[in-house]
């Protein structure tokens, strides 16, 4: 099947200006805390690892 590239959505992507605050100290916490205000399940375990599942269980982060 051939699609048109004109049927097709356009890519987006953002500048790393634009996410500049989601790494400024190097840690997760930024993303965490996003994650966390979104809704999602946040799982640490002893050997300092993070799991992270989206609201409807679609999505997984570690």
Known sequence: MSTSA???????RPTAD???????DHGAGGVLDLLDALGWTIVDTPEANVHATSPDGCVYVG
């Open 6 to 12: 004109t049927l097709l959505p356009a890519v987006v």
């Open 18 to 24: 634009a996410l500049h605050w989601l790494s400024a």
